[in-house]
């Protein structure tokens, strides 16, 4: 599966982005998604996830900011993300997989190029 990101650009402080994620080049199932981030310096961490059976999970840092959703007819995987602060500010990539339980520790196959997100004060 190959994944496209986009949707990254600069913004102040308190706005709003869209990100979004098409998969392409594989017929097997996508059941799992999920957005993480990696700032300058700082390691990848976990933004939010979503199994296909509708299970969400997110990070306590963007919990009621952020939300992630899917639209299977255009299989593509959104994060919207509001409220943003400067500390929102990193490299976002998406994830997705054919197996459920990922989304418990991580281990996506197939990873997009990541789509960067600034966010100015």
């Known amino acids: 599966v190959q994944l496209q990101a986009s949707g990254g650009g600069l913004v102040q402080a308190g706005g709003s982005l869209r990100l979004s994620c098409t998969s392409s080049g594989s017929e097997e199932s996508i059941n799992a998604a999920g957005w993480y981030r990696q700032a300058p310096g700082k390691q990848r961490e976990l933004v939010a996830t979503s199994t296909y059976g509708g299970t969400t999970n997110y990070s306590d840092s963007v919990k009621g900011r952020f939300t992630i959703s899917r639209d299977k007819s255009k299989n593509t995987v959104y994060l919207q993300m509001n409220g943003l602060k400067p500390e929102d500010t990193a490299v976002y990539f998406c994830?997705?997989?054919?197996?459920?339980?990922?989304?418990?520790?991580?281990?996506?196959?197939?990873w997009g190029q990541g789509t960067l997100v600034t966010v100015s004060s």
């Open positions: 994830a997705a997989d054919s197996r459920s339980w990922v989304v418990a520790t991580g281990d996506f196959r197939s």
